[in-house]
């Protein structure tokens, strides 16, 4: 199992929306450098591929940024540094270079996506986890992403609930990770046993002599 | 010229274009977003001033009457000015709007919002940003208690100026049970604002502009 992009990881999903707000930023970055990536294939010479990798996401997530500022201020303030810091997210770049790179556009806007959209929902889960133990809340602050009607979004699961100090702060984070990893390894095993117990098919039957 | 040249030539030269294409896309948006970012800010700003001065109170736009003060006492750093927002009624100044760092939190320093009447009683304390312990030292923030709006309608004497501390300093402020360092900082912080307010009070009023813009 590959660990890519823990940083962001770890430091913002403490709640959902907050999840949800880095990892479809993440995932409009992806994109944005697949799909670009791709179209420059031709100019893409072995000397100057990395640099203009670098380039390419350190422009795009700056544009991002830049509207996240302009369009989503009150999200904006809440994930902080971690948006720029998208450009360290070496997913991005090792897409770029082991996939967009080698394919056309339609794959690398596909790829881009759907890797994007796991990661969201990677982070969408862990920050669910937090939520619900370390405040007892889940969609708190929804307002932040979907205008201020989404204020009575937030579905409080016990009321009154002091909140697991744990599961917010980044040792919680660690855990959390730990135990989606752990969920997904039995998955994975539960799988390959079933590959392995179902029956091949047998060979015909030896016409008799 | 040599073939080697020739490439690396090329390639620095792929390069450089790349990198004007990222800046003038980077250039473009930020031409494009700097308005309703200066105006998101102004927005955030004016919220965090109207939290800690009644409406009552003044009729100015308080963004328009900022000046900036340099004073030690304030938590300024050497050419670092900290932005205070003058309030008037009626063209005559009501009250006045710091912004005050504490440089001993636990954490690190602790910047707050402290507004002082005319008559130099607190309207509101709000801490705008602080790295204190989530949990613990965090309950500074209104999102966490309510402790921070006790300070409102103290003012220099009440309590005197000896009981100005955390009750474990022998004030009449609470702190909270496991950390005493952040609310100390806080009520250090806020009472050295009333002494400068009181020290300077007629200096600051006087710098209210003549008409408001």
Known sequence: MQLLGLCPLLAVTGTVINGLGLGLATTLVLVTSNVTVSLIRPWLSAEIRIPIFVLLIASAVTAIELAMNAFFHELYLVLGIFIPLIVTNCAIIGRAESFASKTDALRALVDGLTMGLGFTLVLVALGGMREVLGHGTLLSEAQLMFGPMARDWVITLWPHYRGLLLAVLPPGAFLGLGLLIAIKNLLDGRRARRAAVRPVPAPAADAPA | MPPAWRNTLRAGALLGLFAVAGTGLVAFVHGHTQARIAANERAVLLRELHAILPDSLYDNNLANSRIMLHS??????????????????DGRPSAIVFTVVAPDGYGGPIKLLVGIDARGVI?????????????LGDWIDT???????????????????????????????????????????VVGAIRRTLLYFDAHRDQLFAQVPAQTP
């Open chain 2, 72 to 89: 030690p006492e304030l938590g300024a750093h050497a050419g670092e000015g900290l932005p205070a927002y003058l309030a008037t009624k």
């Open chain 2, 123 to 135: 309207t509101g304390v709000r801490v705008i940003s602080h790295q204190e312990t989530p949990g």
């Open chain 2, 143 to 185: 999102r966490h208690s309510d402790w921070i709006y006790g300070f409102t309608g103290h003012s220099l004497h009440d309590p005197p100026l000896s009981r100005w501390a955390v009750k474990r300093d022998g004030g009449d402020f609470d702190q909270f049970t496991g950390a005493t360092i952040t609310p100390r900082a």
